[in-house]
């Protein structure tokens, strides 16, 4: 064995030229400049409905997004979602998209699932505790839609050089956080509040059918809770509903 | 909070009931893949929120006023809701009312709209090119209503949400669109019965950003890029241009005024200002339309549309 090790020749790298530092240098320069200039466009095109406070970063909602693309003339494709199925009923959807600008494409992703308490939906137990309904009660429709819009505001923000924004940043053209809190959550926070979902509502007219109730029964009963129709029962007395429903009182002269 | 507790309540009433046929109201839509969507994905469609529903909650309660303003002005109001169906077409609608004017019994649709969109609404072509895909959509509507009621003719009761103002508009049933909505109903019949889909329609952002099938639809969007031009003379002139087009308005309304109450009148002393006038005659040339016809040319002109980036409504794709 001999001592002498064999040594890797070490090849010369050159040292970055003068000329070439200035162009490197001036192209950064031009792009912090156009990514300010960027973003002072993408805060005057939005407002504090177009954000929304999400674990203490800003979020860029869809009509915001759509403001964006429409004013710079970013296009995309995206392909079909993929849905996964998750533990415990859950479930999630992601999306990739391609978007272009200036000759430029990026690929991004857009996912959300089941599991978000953005989706989670509530009932009350009998001794009126709330209670988190499971993943079927959430609607697909909502979470794929969710899943969409979140690739739509990557894909964006991400082609722009913008997704690092801050809040403070967005402060100085007008748009704070406590105004953004405020935006209307859409049809998602409508469906969440308020009345039972369809398939509740069809859980409810099963057990009360099975059960033995007629029509005219449940009808009364409905009234008893001050509603006229089993897609208006509030999702807080769903559960005294089912309870009710299911508990039917054999009556005189009725077989077993 | 009390406002709140309306647009919970709102919110709850929204609902999506299953399609099983073509909508009248709907087939003027421009994209056939949303109508063959609204067939077979109806359940898949992402729900309006309140605001809009709060807007066709209006549009309802108009409906009903000018409904009992037509009574009280004694016109006769029929079938009102009346049902239509075209069980060969699967096409079903129903028409908020129909009215008697002498002998006859016209079809009637009332649209209640923004001042903004009512000034611009004077004919059917008004509507047919509308910005708006569901201002162009009522002609269609009718035609249908007209070819199901073998009626010739209809009206259209507009109201401005904000003056109350109304006007008619007579649509006249046109027999060319009528074959085009039943094709278009044939071919939406088509794919729904081999679980198809046409292809989407070129991007449109009047059209595809407010779809409730964006997510499963997936178009392409193709956007024309912005050019961002570094200009300072020309900023510095969009600048003024914008800080003068205040005066420029005023002046205009001013100057209309002065040139109404001036006319015909010569050597006037008012204030510091000497006015004067006089009749000029002009020659004009009736040139009977064929003639003229056949001078024709075309040329092109470039129209130019200056936006605030922040006046969304008006930067277009």
């Known amino acids: 064995m001999s001592d002498i090790m064999d040594v890797a020749p070490i090849t010369d790298v050159p040292a970055i030229a003068d000329d070439q530092l200035l162009v490197i240098a001036d192209q950064a320069e031009k792009r912090?400049?156009?990514?300010?200039?960027?973003?002072?466009?993408?805060?005057?095109?939005?407002?504090?409905?177009?954000?929304?406070?999400?674990?203490?970063?800003?979020?860029?909602?869809?009509?915001?997004?759509?403001?964006?693309?429409?004013?710079?003339g970013i296009s995309w494709r995206i392909d079909e979602p993929v849905?996964?199925?998750?533990?415990?009923?859950?479930?999630?959807?992601?999306?990739?998209?391609y978007?272009?600008?200036?000759?430029?494409?990026?690929?991004?992703?857009?996912?959300?699932?089941?599991?978000?308490?953005?989706?989670?939906?509530?009932?009350?137990?009998?001794?009126?505790?709330?209670?988190?309904?499971?993943?079927s009660e959430i609607d697909k429709t909502d979470v794929k839609k969710a899943a969409y819009t979140n690739l739509i505001g990557n894909g964006i923000t991400r082609l722009l050089g913008i997704r690092n924004l801050t809040w403070e940043e967005l402060k100085e053209a007008g748009i704070t956080k406590e105004k953004a809190t405020t935006v209307d959550y859409g049809s998602s926070k409508e469906q969440r509040t308020g009345c039972i979902s369809d398939a509740q509502r069809k859980?409810?007219?099963?057990?009360?059918?099975?059960?033995?109730?007629?029509?005219?029964?449940?009808?009364?009963?409905?009234?008893?809770?001050?509603?006229?129709?089993?897609?208006?029962?509030?999702?807080?007395k769903y559960e005294d509903a089912c309870k009710w429903a299911e508990t039917r009182q054999r009556q005189p002269g009725e077989d077993d | 909070m009390i406002v709140e507790r309306v647009i919970d309540n709102k919110a709850r009433g929204i609902k999506q009931w299953p399609v099983r046929s073509n909508r009248a109201s709907s087939l003027g839509h421009p994209c056939t893949r949303y109508l063959v969507f609204e067939?077979?994905?109806?359940?898949?469609?992402?729900?309006?929120?309140?605001?809009?529903q709060m807007i066709f909650d209006l549009g309802?309660?108009?409906?009903?006023?000018?409904?009992?303003?037509?009574?009280?002005?004694?016109?006769?109001?029929?079938?009102?809701?009346?049902?239509?169906?075209?069980?060969?077409?699967?096409?079903?609608?129903?028409?908020?009312?129909?009215?008697?004017?002498?002998?006859?019994?016209?079809?009637?649709?009332i649209k209640s709209m923004s001042p903004f969109v009512f000034e611009k609404i004077n004919t059917v072509q008004d509507m047919l090119n509308h910005k708006y895909h569901y201002v162009r959509s009522y002609p269609s509507q009718m035609t249908l209503y007209l070819l199901m009621d073998n009626k010739e003719a209809g009206f259209f009761i507009l109201k401005n949400k904000s003056t109350g103002a109304m006007k008619e508009i007579e649509v006249n049933l046109d027999y060319e669109l009528g074959e085009k909505l039943l094709k278009k109903a044939?071919?939406?019949?088509?794919?729904?019965?081999?679980?198809?889909?046409?292809?989407?329609?070129?991007?449109?952002d009047n059209v595809c950003s407010e779809c409730g099938y964006l997510h499963i639809c997936n178009p392409v969007r193709t956007?024309?890029?912005?050019?961002?031009?570094?200009?300072?003379?020309?900023?510095?002139?969009?600048?003024?241009?914008?800080?003068?087009?205040?005066?420029?308005?005023?002046?205009?309304?001013?100057?209309?005024?002065?040139?109404?109450?001036?006319?015909?009148?010569?050597?006037?002393l008012i204030g510091d200002y000497y006015i004067t006038g006089s009749w000029r005659k002009t020659t004009r040339y009736e040139v009977p339309k064929d003639i003229k016809d056949q001078y024709k040319t075309e040329a092109q002109y470039w129209v130019r549309k200056i936006a605030k980036v922040t006046d969304q409504k008006r930067i277009a794709a």
């Not at chain 1, 929304?52 to 869809?62: H, M, N, T």
């Open chain 1, 32 to 72: 912090i400049e156009a990514v300010k200039k960027i973003k002072s466009l993408v805060f005057r095109v939005t407002n504090f409905h177009d954000w929304i406070d999400q674990q203490g970063k800003p979020y860029l909602w869809a009509s915001g997004a759509e403001k964006i693309a429409r004013l710079f």
């Open chain 2, 60 to 109: 309802n309660d108009i409906e009903d006023r000018v409904l009992r303003d037509l009574h009280d002005a004694g016109f006769e109001i029929f079938e009102q809701q009346r049902s239509f169906e075209w069980k060969e077409y699967d096409i079903t609608g129903h028409i908020d009312a129909k009215l008697q004017i002498g002998q006859t019994i016209y079809p009637l649709e």
């Open chain 2, 39 to 52: 067939r077979t994905k109806w359940n898949e469609k992402v729900l309006h929120g309140p605001s809009l």
């Open chain 2, 223 to 268: 956007g024309t890029e912005v050019d961002i031009v570094d200009d300072e003379e020309l900023l510095e002139l969009l600048i003024k241009r914008e800080s003068l087009q205040v005066y420029a308005k005023e002046f205009e309304e001013i100057d209309g005024i002065l040139k109404e109450k001036l006319e015909g009148r010569d050597k006037l």
């Open chain 2, 186 to 204: 044939e071919t939406i019949n088509r794919h729904v019965e081999a679980g198809t889909l046409p292809d989407p329609i070129e991007w449109d």
């Open chain 1, 99 to 135: 978007f272009t600008l200036g000759g430029v494409t990026i690929e991004a992703v857009g996912a959300r699932s089941s599991k978000d308490g953005f989706f989670k939906k509530y009932g009350k137990e009998t001794n009126g505790e709330r209670k988190e309904l499971p993943p």
């Open chain 1, 203 to 236: 859980r409810f007219y099963a057990i009360a059918k099975k059960a033995g109730w007629s029509d005219d029964e449940i009808k009364d009963y409905l009234k008893t809770i001050g509603v006229e129709s089993s897609k208006d029962i509030p999702t807080d």
């Open chain 1, 83 to 97: 849905f996964e199925s998750l533990e415990g009923g859950h479930y999630s959807y992601t999306y990739k998209g």
